[in-house]
């Protein structure tokens, strides 16, 4: 919003110079707090964008079009010619929203915070992370103190690279399949296939006999109820025992009825359950306390899933621990996702829109927030976000990231968030705040005890059964191949990095 | 119609009231925890199966209070999961299934065949006590562990990480399959051996058919839920792996055979609920009950095809395309004598003489509650839809109309019937009538809007949910709290009767049936003189008199036989 004209001259730049050289070239710096490189996956957004924009040129003009690579030297001067232009419109908009405040003191904006509104949210957004929080700078960029009901929080370390401040975490996307513009009636979601109008059309044709039966019924009681009332002198039809051709018709005409749903309802069903030869497949797997993917190529992502829009989409799904359901309201999908077999569901994913999923078969304490996000977009876009998924631990410069880093990302990425909090509080699973260094009691004696180091880390991540911290229980996910070296080792210079973050008495 | 010679009853004016009767028949404490009178074991069912129904109901209004709005208000997500799996496991196993048979059925079935009392009386006190020990484990899970399984107890989950409260609830819900299966085992060798001179098979009330049917699934299905369970306890204690994968068991397999035994446990819940609600509606309506032999052979074809159907809880769990085929449409097969019995109740209505009592009121809250869950169960049937509303709210809305509006709301209608028998004493109609209707009105709003956000596709079992379901949570949550207040009023009114109400005569209803030819309370051993069986639903043989303030038989007279 805010970038769309600052993206849109880079691309119209990008496009009168051929797409070789970029005009934008690194201003001087006016801004006054240094502002946090912009991360890679922006400069992608921007490569999209201009490689969406010119693709769109080339087939206006009955052209083909080959997806534009850029070289390092060149998503460099991307960078930074987004940078620049990004601190100076940051500081614009603080100085616009402190112009707004009238009289009151100035707000001073952390860097972080500075980061989120070059993210896109708004100075006045910014506060709302906070609701009633009172937020105070500190002199690391990255860490942000809060008040709460008069008294001084823990600091919640962020991460500015994720950008998700902390009370934004586990906001599911929205739904547009509840929207009531989409939505087909008022029982059910936005129908997203075709054969979600097939399930529609059976829904509304049991609905239609339940309404009829219903009202039937309801009507006959209430008038015989009536007209029969117990009066005196009045005695009831004693003759009346049966009927044999009426309860033979009664029991015919409700068959029949049963029989047409029963039979659509499985012609329908072989077409929920029959994916077509040419479906793409992305393989699924469930764990407490969400959802992993991993496309054909083996990128592999998490808490959400891109699929490009009008094609046959098959989901192979298997679980890492228990029971879980793959729910997907707006295509009438659902399988259970078993820990020792396959099951499959596909949907032929239709115009570009968001969709929530679910998981709808129980699991344990997170259970009602392993959701995902499926994202049906353009070809073009869905294989940018391919590319840029499958390079989460590359950097702008073509090199792998910083172990800290990767570990920060993985921390987010694997789902270690779900069990193991950052901020000291005990979850599902212990917390990383403080851990490292600490001693590890296996029973409740601490006669088997272990200093957490990082052969610890590497084998609680490798084989977390084979020394579980009393009294937490077998609830993590063996990871089945194990993570990759570079996210194990990330996990512990991450781990390494929260030492000094102090920890509640009772996570232990 | 023809005029036969058939014995006449024609017994004196029968006693109305009796001041010694079973319930003062002895006294002291260990004159009620042992005895071997089935009316006072059934009354002791009836005094902990509501204890164990406001335990679960309490629950309940947890539930409601947690989900009023999104966002965890006071309890932790896995405090919500305990609350809801014990909501679930108590309402279940120790108040629907038991609730009819074994604390109505026990006063009443002796009673319906004439008998003294049921076949096998010190089984039938054995059978209390194992669910007595039932529910004890269970408290006991309740306060010491934390139980987080749902009342499904679904592998691999039940047996991994640290949930040791599974041992002990699982082995609280064997003691009370047992106390099931020698109910039903009791039940069914009485109504075998043990009926009057005269009553055949087909002049046997209907409400025996239903206990008949019951008690034939109790004992066929139970069983196989015992077994299960030391299975899953095996699992859990000695490692074997029959159900973890980790263990090379197979999770699916505990679905197979949980639903074997829940499946026709759901009929177990449901079948004697229709039972009472034949005796209910033809009492109320002064009226031959219509199609007598289609309503009978619907319980034991309901019975017999209950075991057929259990794949349909399984239609998204990986099963094959042809094992759906096949039980979808056993399941379809199942629906229809359960549409044969809604119009029969319906057909006998007509020409009737409706009395709008207490219990009559339940019966016909019951037929439209039962009605919604029924034609609800047909989405769920369709396995096109079912694929969409499986495991959502939609189930959810479905099993209570079915569970709750059929099975509590016939357990209502059979405690207000047979209430002045098994206390002597009336309730207040006007009290009684009010908290059904409050009730009934608290249930719909509480329960139709979660069918509307089960099919929007809100999923079961979530502590937390996004605010686009928050009028739907809201909508229930109101509807909760005004059943909560249905119920009490049923409470006080049934309570105030026990000191205030007034003596009942021995049939106050007009029913034809044997049970109301003994006084109310029935003495110790219930009749004087072995009654004799006519048509159980002949009810010109009793009429009103002003005197006793009651139905009593008529004179020398002579039924109306029907072809």
């Known amino acids: ?508 | 119609m023809t005029q036969v010679d058939v014995p006449v009853i024609a017994p004196d004016r029968p006693v109305q009231h009796l001041d010694h009767n079973y319930i003062n028949h002895s006294k002291g404490i260990l004159s009620w925890l042992l005895t071997l009178d089935h009316k006072r074991i059934g009354l002791m069912y009836l005094a902990g199966i509501s204890a164990s129904f406001f335990l679960g109901g309490l629950f309940a209004m947890a539930i409601r209070l947690e989900l009023f709005a999104p966002g965890m208000q006071f309890m932790s997500a896995e405090q919500y999961n305990q609350v809801f799996t014990l909501h679930g496991a108590v309402m279940v196993f120790l108040f629907i299934i038991p609730g009819i048979p074994a604390a109505l059925g026990n006063v009443v079935l002796p009673l319906m065949l004439g008998a003294k009392d049921v076949a096998f009386p010190r089984l039938n006190l054995g059978s209390f006590y194992l669910w007595i020990s039932g529910a004890g484990f269970f408290v006991y899970t309740l306060l010491t562990k934390g139980l987080d399984t749902g009342w499904t107890f679904y592998t691999p989950y039940s047996t991994t990480g640290n949930n040791t409260a599974v041992i002990s609830a699982t082995f609280g819900v064997f003691l009370l399959g047992f106390s099931s299966i020698f109910t039903g085992l009791n039940f069914l060798v009485t109504i075998h051996k043990m009926r009057p001179p005269g009553m055949t098979w087909h002049k046997l009330p209907l409400f025996l058919w239903g206990m008949y049917g019951t008690a034939i699934m109790q004992i066929l299905a139970t069983p196989v839920l015992g077994i299960t369970l030391l299975l899953l306890i095996m699992e859990s204690t000695l490692g074997i792996g029959i159900f973890d994968p980790n263990k090379g068991g197979d999770p699916v397999l505990y679905q197979h055979f949980f639903w074997f035994y829940s499946h026709p446990a759901v009929y177990i819940m449901i079948l004697p609920a229709m039972a009472v609600i034949s005796e209910v509606i033809a009492a109320f309506s002064r009226k031959h009950i219509f199609g007598y032999r289609m309503i009978a052979y619907s319980s034991v074809s309901i019975a017999l095809l209950s075991f057929l159907v259990w794949g349909h809880h399984m239609f998204v769990s990986s099963e094959s395309t042809l094992a759906t085929l096949i039980f979808s449409a056993i399941t379809f097969s199942i629906a229809i004598p359960s549409a044969i019995k809604v119009f029969n109740w319906l057909a006998t209505l007509y020409k009737g003489s409706v009395a709008l009592n207490t219990p009559m009121l339940y019966a016909l809250e019951f037929i439209w509650l039962f009605t919604i869950g029924g034609l609800t169960g047909l989405f769920l049937a369709v396995l096109s839809t079912d694929v969409a509303l499986h495991d959502t709210y939609f189930v959810v809305a479905h099993f209570h109309y079915v569970m709750v509006g059929g099975t509590l709301f016939a357990f209502f209608a059979g405690l207000h019937y047979w209430w002045p028998k098994m206390t002597g004493k009336m309730y207040s109609e006007t009290s009684s009538r009010l908290g059904s209707i409050v009730a009934f009105i608290g249930f719909n709003l509480a329960f139709f809007p979660q069918f509307i956000m089960g099919s929007r596709g809100m999923p079961r079992r979530y502590a937390d949910y996004k605010p686009d379901f928050e009028l739907f949570h809201q909508l229930s949550s109101v509807g909760t709290a005004i059943l909560g207040v249905g119920l009490a009023i049923v409470a006080y009114s049934l309570v105030r009767s026990l000191f205030s109400g007034k003596k009942a005569p021995a049939n106050p209803w007009g029913s034809a049936t044997i049970e109301w030819e003994c006084p109310s309370p029935p003495p110790h051993h219930n009749f004087d003189h072995p009654p004799a069986a006519t048509d159980p639903y002949d009810m010109e043989r009793v009429e009103w008199n002003e005197e006793v303030g009651g139905y009593v038989p008529v004179q020398g007279y002579r039924p109306v036989v029907h072809h």
């Open chain 1, 1 to 508: 919003m805010k970038f769309g004209a600052l993206s849109l001259s880079l691309v119209l730049a990008a496009g009168i110079a051929g797409g070789v050289t970029l005009a934008a070239e690194p201003t001087s710096s006016e801004a006054a707090a240094p502002a946090p490189a912009a991360p890679a996956q922006d400069v992608d957004a921007l490569i999209a964008q201009y490689n969406s924009k010119a693709r769109a040129q080339a087939l206006e003009a009955g052209e083909s079009y080959t997806y534009r690579e850029f070289s390092n030297e060149e998503r460099g001067w991307i960078r930074e010619g987004a940078e620049a232009k990004r601190a100076a419109a940051v500081d614009g908009l603080i100085a616009e929203y402190n112009a707004g405040l009238s009289g009151m003191p100035a707000r001073v904006f952390t860097d972080e915070e500075k980061f989120w509104i070059a993210m896109a949210l708004d100075p006045a957004e910014v506060e709302s992370v906070y609701e009633g929080h009172t937020a105070i700078p500190t002199g690391n960029p990255n860490k942000v103190l809060y008040m709460e009901a008069g008294e001084l929080q823990k600091p919640i370390e962020s991460d500015p690279q994720y950008g998700t401040p902390p009370a934004a975490q586990n906001t599911a996307p929205l739904a547009e399949e509840l929207d009531p513009a989409l939505r087909p009636s008022l029982w059910v979601p936005v129908a997203a296939s075709e054969t979600a109008e097939e399930v529609d059309a059976m829904f509304n044709f049991i609905m239609y006999i339940n309404y009829f039966f219903a009202a039937l019924i309801a009507v006959l009681m209430v008038v015989f109820c009536v007209k029969y009332r117990r009066r005196p002198g009045v005695r009831a039809d004693q003759s009346i025992t049966h009927n044999t051709p009426l309860e033979i018709f009664w029991s015919v005409v409700p068959t029949i009825l049963v029989a047409i749903m029963f039979w659509g309802g499985y012609k329908t069903f072989l077409d929920l359950r029959t994916s077509p030869p040419d479906a793409m497949q992305i393989y699924v797997k469930a764990r407490q306390w969400g959802w992993d993917f991993t496309y054909q190529n083996g990128v592999e992502t998490a808490g959400e899933f891109h699929v490009p829009a009008n094609t046959p989409i098959e989901m192979v799904m298997t679980s890492n621990d228990v029971l879980h359901s793959f729910h997907l309201p707006a295509f009438r999908q659902k399988s259970d996702v078993l820990p020792n077999r396959y099951t499959k569901v596909w949907f032929d994913s239709g115009e570009p829109r968001t969709y929530r999923v679910y998981c709808s078969e129980y699991c344990g304490t997170g259970h009602s927030n392993m959701y995902s996000k499926l994202v049906v977009e353009p070809r073009e876009d869905y294989e940018a976000w391919l590319k840029k998924e499958g390079n989460w631990m590359v950097g702008p410069d073509g090199e792998y990231k910083e172990p800290l880093e990767i570990g920060k990302l993985t921390y987010v990425r694997r789902g270690c968030n779900a069990c193991h909090s950052i901020d000291g509080k005990h979850g599902t699973g212990p917390t990383f705040a403080g851990l490292w260094g600490l001693e590890r009691r296996f029973d409740a004696a601490g006669d088997n005890k272990r200093i957490a180091d990082e052969d610890y880390i590497r084998q609680s991540i490798t084989d977390p059964h084979s020394q579980l911290v009393y009294p937490y229980g077998k609830n993590m996910s063996i990871y089945d191949p194990m993570l990759p070296e570079p996210q194990i080792i990330g996990m512990i210079e991450y781990i390494k990095s929260l030492a000094d973050v102090p920890r509640d008495a009772d996570a232990w």
